[in-house]
Structures are given as structure tokens and as C-alpha cells.
């Protein structure tokens, strides 16, 4: 039978696919797997949405005008210098789609966020991947790569899934060596849960920088996954032509609405993030008690270095229960839920330890490294 022809990028790629269970009806699944926020939409975004629900005969404003607006006053600055987008995914498929043409490259950290090799292939660029020191980006060799053919280096602050951050100085030191004709995109959906004094947002440097965009989402701290609401800020002779590659209507009127209606009641949701901060603690606490070393993450997750045991520990907490994100042989990334599904999976966790033989040497090994580096 023959079939019709597509891009050979597709045969080479595998869909997304969400952690098992997650999104079928049956028995109740703990979702700590896609770092989501734990809590309901409150009352007057659940209201925004429901009244935006009775005008979805008529086509989204395609300029997202009153959402752009109360975005850019939220960060004081102009309009003209914000585009919002379907979720950040969507922002990020427009600049890699936008930046440059089939053979030219990308830079990013590895391992980082799954969706950009994804990205960068659709749009023909060539990854560049500079692997991650301890967990976080190296960015003296990130602009060693860095080369005529580069057209963007995406930079995840923190870190999608170990939870580390770039530190402001670094940042300011990276962009003062990137030629100002390469882009450079920072990649912010777990901001507001970073807590490291020495991280810094790029927002502030984006004026001196023409070069800087910064990815910020409402799917995370404000709650708002389903909805698929992101976007960018950057200069505006940027933001300018990126607008023109952003597929028309994309973002839909009811996101638009509980969008705004979340920046009305962000006090609020920033105190959820401070609940979720305080979770994240108290986890990492009880998972060090239990023996496992375990890095401080500055997003809405930890990150377990297990190695060659990850997949074991993946399938363990499925059997539980538990939506975790495994990548087999590297770690396994666990979102900071409600405190309930919190001690769910500690219990688990603590059970494999005990219980298994390869969870008996993951702990054994974490003693190991940590009396090396005393
Ligand atoms: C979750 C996440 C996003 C957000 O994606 P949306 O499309 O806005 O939901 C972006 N970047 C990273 C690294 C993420 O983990």
C-alpha cells in the first residue's frame, strides 16, 4: 500500500505522550508527573471562565489585546513588547520556527526540557546539546558553542527536571560573550517557585538586551494548565515579527479570560506557590530522613538522581498510584502535589528503599557520595 509522503522528521520522532494513567477516568492516579498546580481554579477565575463559555460562537480578539495589557502592566512595561501565545510550547515552536532556516542551530543544555529537541527538529534546526555540570546549565561552555550558525540558546531557568537555577551573575556574563545577532531565549515557567537569593530573572535585563526573550506561562504557579495560556517578552522590533508567526486565534477567548482573571488574583496565587515552596521542603526533609540524597529544586518538583534504577523506582510509584516522570537510566522527576498525595508517594518511596534491593543500594550509594564529598 503506499501512503502519502511526509517529512522524514516524522518517522524519526515519537509523539508526546503524558505518564500513564494521568488522563484516563480509571482508578484515582496521584498526578505527580506533569508538575502541575495541585489546586482548583479559585472562584473568580472558575467565574471568568464560565461567563467566557458563552461567547465561543465568536473568533478570540486574535491580538489577545486586554490579556497583553494587564501583562504589561504587570511587569511595567510597554504593549508592544509582549506576545502571548497557546502555552509556551506554542511561543517556543514560533521562534524556533522564526529564527532560522533548516541547518542552522539551536544551543541548548542537556537534560533539559523534552519538548526542544522536538521543536528543533520540526523546524529543521540542528540541536547543539552542551551537557549540564551537577545538574545545572555550564554556561562558559553554552557560549563556547555558540558559533556563526547559531541562531538561538535556550536557557531553562530553573531547570525542567533537575530544578536548578541560572545565577543572575552568569546570566550577565553569558550575554555579555553572545553576539547580539543570536538570540537568546529564557525559558521561566517555574520562576515564581525559585528561591535561590543568587537567581535572577532575565525581565529586567530584556531593556539592555535586545537580543533576550523571556518565556513566562500561566500554566504552573498560576494554575491554568488546561486553559494553554504563555507568553514572551522582548523587544519590540522582536516581538514585532514574531507576532507575524504566530498562528492567528491560537489562544482562544476563554484562556484569554481566565488569564486575566488570574493576574487579578495573583496575591493569591502566589501564596498557593509559597504553600507549594513549603511542600517541596518539607518533602525533600523527609525523603533526606528516609537516607536519599536529594537535590534542592527550585521549581514545583524534585529531582531523584537514580540512575540506573530509575525505571524500577518509575514502575514502583506506577504500581502505587503514582504519576511520576521517569527518564530511564538519568533520574526520576517527582511533582510537588497536594500534601496528600505528597506522603502518598513518601510512603512509597520509603517502602522501595526497604523493601527492594535496588532501592537498598540507591540509598546505600547516596551514603557513599555524601561521606566522599566530606
Ligand atoms: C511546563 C513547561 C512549560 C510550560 O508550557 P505551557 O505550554 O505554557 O504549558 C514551558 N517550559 C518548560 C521547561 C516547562 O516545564
Redesign the pocket.
Known sequence: MSLPRLRAVLGRLTAYQATEGVHTAAARTRPLSA?ESPHDPLPGIAEAIADAASTVNRYPDPGCGELTRAIARRHGITDDRVVVGA????L?QTLMQSVGDPGTEVVYAWRS?ELYPVLADLAGLRSVRVPLVDGAHDLPAMADRVTDATRLVLL?NPN?PTGTVVTGEALRTFLARTPATCLVAL?E??YEYARDPAASSGLDLCAAHPNLVV?R????AYGL?GL?V?YLVGHPRVTEQLRKACLAYAVNGVAQRGAVAALGVEDQLLRRVEATVAERGRVRDALAAHGWDVPAGHANFLWLRLGDASAEFGRWCTGKGIAVRTFPGEGVRVSIGCAEDNDVFLAASAAWLTRTPAGARAVSGAVESRAAQR
Open positions: 508538575n502555552g509556551s510550547v506554542a517556543l526540557f531553562c525542567n525559558d515557567a517555574y518565556l506561562t500561566f500554566s504552573k494548565a494553554r504563555g
